[in-house]
T-cell receptor
Framework: GQQLNQSPQSMFIQEGEDVSMNCTSS?????WLWYKQDPGEGPVLLIA?????ELTSNGRLTAQFGITRKDSFLNISASIPSDVGIYFC??????????FGKGTKLTVNP | ETGVTQSPTHLIKTRGQQVTLRCSSQ?????VSWYQQALGQGPQFIFQ???????GRGNFPPRFSGLQFPNYSSELNVNALELDDSALYLC????????????FGPGTRLLVL
């Protein structure tokens, strides 16, 4: 099935560092979403983006909807140990269904 | 905690068998979507149910079928299980089809031997 290109696949960082991950698609999307998934749980929505160029923050998280509508990025500032997990981007086009990336696994060393 | 529950949490089946997975929606939600998440992959959309009718389907064969009940709970049925069906199956409930209001359950881990 279709999946978005999400990078990097994994990241190992020190507590306090900033993190950046991104997602690209060959298709245009109307909505970009970023989720976090912890072990044994379902994904939890972090940020939703609805308009090309939109920049939205949620605490230490900032995400942007690319101008071309084919990409998005997520930044996490001043990482803390509880940021550990797998981050997924997801896009929604006209068909209403969500298409997910393969995820970025984040490890934060205290 | 999202209020979306799934049962069972884990399941082991053999090839060719049939399986039924269950999902209870969050209170007030009338739409349920099902996803398959293989190990190391993102969730893949299977189908969505809105008011007991299928409302969109992903690229999955007909042996994947579903039901939604009047109380908006849902079932996912998979017939003639194959080894590649081993995955985490997630349901997500929402009000209408709004993906931004979609809350995921913890999933059912299915292993097909």
């Amino acid at each position: 099935g279709q999946q978005l290109n999400q990078s990097p696949q994994s990241m190992f960082i020190q507590e306090g560092e900033d993190v950046s991950m991104n997602c690209t698609s060959s298709s245009i999307f109307n909505t970009w979403l970023w989720y976090k998934q912890d072990p044994g749980e379902g994904p939890v929505l972090l940020i939703a983006l609805y308009k090309a160029g939109e920049l939205t923050s949620n605490g230490r998280l900032t995400a942007q909807f690319g101008i071309t509508r084919k990409d998005s990025f997520l930044n996490i500032s001043a990482s803390i140990p509880s940021d550990v997990g797998i981050y997924f981007c997801a896009g929604q086009g006209g068909s209403e269904k969500l298409v997910f990336g393969k995820g970025t696994k984040l490890t934060v060393n205290p | 905690e999202t209020g979306v529950t799934q049962s069972p949490t884990h399941l082991i089946k053999t090839r060719g068998q049939q399986v039924t997975l269950r999902c209870s929606s969050q209170s007030g939600h009338n739409t349920v979507s099902w996803y398959q998440q293989a190990l190391g992959q993102g969730p893949q959309f299977i189908f969505q149910y809105y008011r007991e009718e299928e409302n969109g389907r992903g690229n999955f064969p007909p042996r994947f079928s579903g039901l939604q009940f009047p109380n908006y709970s849902s079932e996912l049925n998979v017939n003639a299980l194959e080894l590649d069906d081993s995955a985490l199956y997630l349901c997500a409930s929402s009000f209408m089809a709004g993906v931004e209001t979609q809350y995921f359950g913890p999933g059912t881990r299915l292993l097909v031997l």
